[in-house]
């Protein structure tokens, strides 16, 4: 995966607006070191780039899966769906992820995380949860890609500048022990996901 051209990533897609939070479900990184040194290996590369939002340890996340808006899902639903979870989750193992080599796409540059069972397995016991509590689950379930954004482009060019930084940084691999899943409360009102922690689900 490899794109031509880069565009914005911050258009402000369906049921989004400035202030507005959702509910969703993150793999985070805040303690995972090898991650963090991979992330400042291409950090520095790619701040020579003009047009990339570069992101940092902390906003470093995995996305699994949309719960809803917060104007629009009950409060005691997301507890309850977190609830679910935990007992899921409790019999799926913790497990590691690999990140390498990032790749571009037209509005990011992000690693692909390896192997992709394992988050998947995380994703359909998180979507069982869901349907405990509600009869329909939000977002398809195929299509799952897990990956690890390092930068959002926030305008339109040539991918060409980021291909050429991508070939020039020369870091070792990275492997996350990942234990746990978040509902966070997200929020991307600064040309960046940011979020609040609601739930933290062990696995195992």
């Given at each position: 995966m490899t794109a031509e051209t880069m565009a914005d990533h911050w258009w402000w897609r369906p049921g989004w607006k400035l202030g507005r939070?959702?509910?969703?479900?993150?793999?985070?990184?805040?303690?995972?070191?090898?991650?963090?040194?991979?992330?400042?290996?291409?950090?520095?590369?790619?701040?020579?780039?003009?047009?990339?939002?570069?992101v940092p340890d902390r906003w470093l996340h995995l996305t699994m899966q949309g719960l809803g808006f917060v104007d629009e899902v009950p409060e005691q639903d997301a507890r309850a769906i977190?609830?679910?979870?935990?007992?899921?989750?409790?019999?799926?193992?913790?497990?590691?992820?690999?990140?390498?080599?990032?790749?571009?796409?037209?509005?990011?540059?992000?690693?692909?995380?390896?192997?992709?069972?394992?988050?998947?397995?995380?994703?359909?016991?998180?979507?069982?949860?869901?349907?405990?509590v509600w009869d329909d689950v939000p977002e398809p379930a195929d299509g799952f890609a897990p990956h690890v954004t390092i930068a959002y482009s926030n305008s339109d060019g040539p991918a060409d500048p980021v291909a050429h930084v991508l070939d020039t940084v020369d870091a070792e691999p990275a492997t996350a022990r990942i234990e746990q899943v978040d509902l966070i409360v997200l929020g991307r009102d600064n040309r960046m996901y940011e979020w609040e922690d609601f739930a933290a689900v062990r696995l195992g």
């Amino acid at each position: 995966m490899t794109a031509e051209t880069m565009a914005d990533h911050w258009w402000w897609r369906p049921g989004w607006k400035l202030g507005r939070r959702f509910y969703t479900w993150h793999f985070t990184f805040r303690t995972a070191t090898e991650v963090h040194r991979l992330a400042d290996a291409y950090r520095r590369g790619l701040a020579e780039v003009a047009g990339l939002d570069l992101v940092p340890d902390r906003w470093l996340h995995l996305t699994m899966q949309g719960l809803g808006f917060v104007d629009e899902v009950p409060e005691q639903d997301a507890r309850a769906i977190a609830d679910a979870a935990r007992r899921r989750l409790a019999g799926v193992a913790p497990f590691e992820l690999r990140l390498h080599r990032p790749e571009i796409t037209p509005e990011a540059i992000r690693w692909e995380a390896e192997p992709s069972e394992p988050p998947a397995a995380v994703r359909a016991a998180v979507r069982a949860a869901i349907a405990d509590v509600w009869d329909d689950v939000p977002e398809p379930a195929d299509g799952f890609a897990p990956h690890v954004t390092i930068a959002y482009s926030n305008s339109d060019g040539p991918a060409d500048p980021v291909a050429h930084v991508l070939d020039t940084v020369d870091a070792e691999p990275a492997t996350a022990r990942i234990e746990q899943v978040d509902l966070i409360v997200l929020g991307r009102d600064n040309r960046m996901y940011e979020w609040e922690d609601f739930a933290a689900v062990r696995l195992g």
